[in-house]
Nanobody, 121 residues
């Protein structure tokens, strides 16, 4: 399973970015897809995930109200819309997939290579 993240870049504080996670040749149906991030010198942290079985979503407190996770079944991608970005959102963002539906399941699931998000003026 290969996961490919895209959409990262440099944005000013208050700006927006939209990350996408694709899995060529694989369908996300019946899986949980999550987004993590890791800033320099910090541990990797869970940001958001979506359970494709029932559409339920979860957000870390630090991004609640600013980030929105969604799935695009036609394109077989999972997207993370990030609004009102802050410098502390700067990190490498990774997507992960698991058949299980918990954060620990995602940590031990399949991971992409990550995409850099930098929020700076």
């Amino acid at each position: 399973l290969q996961l490919v993240e895209s959409g990262g870049g440099l944005v000013q504080p208050g700006g927006s970015l939209r990350l996408s996670c694709a899995a060529p040749g694989f369908t996300f149906h019946d899986y949980t897809i999550g987004w993590f991030r890791q800033a320099p010198g910090k541990e990797r942290e869970g940001v958001s995930y979506i359970n494709s079985r029932d559409g339920s979503t979860y957000y870390a407190d630090s991004v609640k109200g600013r980030f929105t996770i969604s799935s695009d079944n036609a394109k077989n991608t999972v997207n993370l819309q990030m609004n009102s970005l802050k410098p502390e959102d700067t990190a490498v963002y990774y997507c992960a997939v698991s058949y299980g539906s918990s954060w620990s399941d995602l940590y031990s699931g399949s991971w992409g290579q990550g995409t850099q998000v930098t929020v700076s003026s």
